[in-house]
C-alpha cells in the first residue's frame, strides 16, 4: 500500500491563483480531512469527509473548498490563493474498528505539500 | 468547546535524559487521546494511544497514561536519544466524526 499521498510537494502562488492540492489514500479509509499547520498552532483542521458524497467544514473552512466523489480522492482547493495561505497541508484518513463508528480516530498523514502564497 | 493543551517548548535535553511532555485536555465525554510524532521533513505519525480511563499507551520506549481525574496525558521516556528529536503533539478525539483536536505541538531537541 501507498498509504497517503499528497501532490505537489512544493508550491508557490501569486496572490489571487487558484489551485488544487491532491490526496489520495488506498486503505479504503472512509473517514478523510485537511489540515493546516502553522508555527506555534499545530494543526488546524479545514475541511473533513466521512464517506464519499459527505463533506463538512473544520476550524478553519474559509477560503477552501473540497468534494468526495469516490472513496480514495478528497482535494482540496484553494480559490483564490492570499499570502495568509501560506502553510503546510496535510490530508489524513482514517478508519473505524466498528462500521460506522469512527472509535479508533487513529489517523494516517501523507508526507504534506508546502505552499507559499506571495 | 473541546481543546488540547501542551506545554511550550522547545525543549532541550542531553541523550539518557528522562523526558515528560504535559498535556491536559478539555473534559467533554471520554475522548480517545493520542501523541503523533512529526520527524523534520515529514508527516505526523502515531506514536501512541489511549482510549479510555486509566489505559497507558506505549511505544518506542515512551509511554503516556489516560488520567481522567487529571485530564491529562502526559507523555514520558526515561532515557532519550538523539533520534528522539522532532515535534510532538498531543491530540484527542471529538465527538464520533473521526476529528482530532490537536494541541499546538512540543519542539524536543536532544543534544549527544
Known amino acids: 500500500n501507498a498509504g497517503v499521498t499528497q501532490t505537489p510537494k512544493f508550491q508557490v502562488l501569486k496572490t489571487g491563483q487558484s489551485m488544487t492540492l491532491q490526496c489520495a489514500q488506498d486503505m479504503n479509509h472512509e473517514y478523510m480531512s485537511w489540515y493546516r499547520q502553522d508555527p506555534g498552532m499545530g494543526l488546524r483542521l479545514i475541511h473533513y469527509?466521512?464517506?464519499?458524497?459527505?463533506?463538512d467544514q473544520g476550524e478553519v473552512p474559509n477560503g477552501y473548498n473540497v468534494s468526495r466523489s469516490t472513496t480514495e480522492d478528497f482535494p482540496l482547493r484553494l480559490l483564490s490563493a492570499a499570502p495568509s495561505q501560506t502553510s503546510v497541508y496535510f490530508c489524513a484518513s482514517s478508519y473505524s474498528q466498528t462500521p460506522g463508528q469512527l472509535t479508533s480516530y487513529e489517523q494516517y498523514f501523507g508526507p504534506g505539500t508546502r505552499l507559499t502564497v506571495t | 468547546g473541546d481543546s488540547v493543551t501542551q506545554m511550550e517548548g522547545p525543549v532541550t535535553l542531553s541523550e539518557e535524559a528522562f523526558l515528560t511532555i504535559n498535556c491536559t485536555y478539555t473534559?467533554?465525554?471520554?475522548?480517545?487521546l493520542f501523541w503523533y510524532v512529526q520527524y523534520p521533513g515529514e508527516g505526523l505519525q502515531l506514536l501512541l494511544k489511549?482510549?479510555?480511563?486509566?489505559d497507558k499507551g506505549s511505544n518506542k520506549g515512551f509511554e503516556a497514561t489516560y488520567r481522567k481525574e487529571t485530564t491529562s496525558f502526559h507523555l514520558e521516556k526515561g532515557s532519550v536519544q538523539v533520534s528522539d528529536s522532532a515535534v510532538y503533539f498531543c491530540?484527542?478525539?471529538?465527538?464520533?466524526?473521526?476529528?482530532?483536536?490537536f494541541g499546538q505541538g512540543t519542539t524536543l531537541q536532544v543534544k549527544p
Open positions: 491530540a484527542r478525539g471529538s465527538g464520533n466524526t473521526g476529528k482530532l483536536i
Open positions: 489511549a482510549t479510555k480511563a486509566d
Open positions: 473534559a467533554t465525554g471520554y475522548p480517545s
Open positions: 469527509s466521512v464517506g464519499a458524497g459527505i463533506t
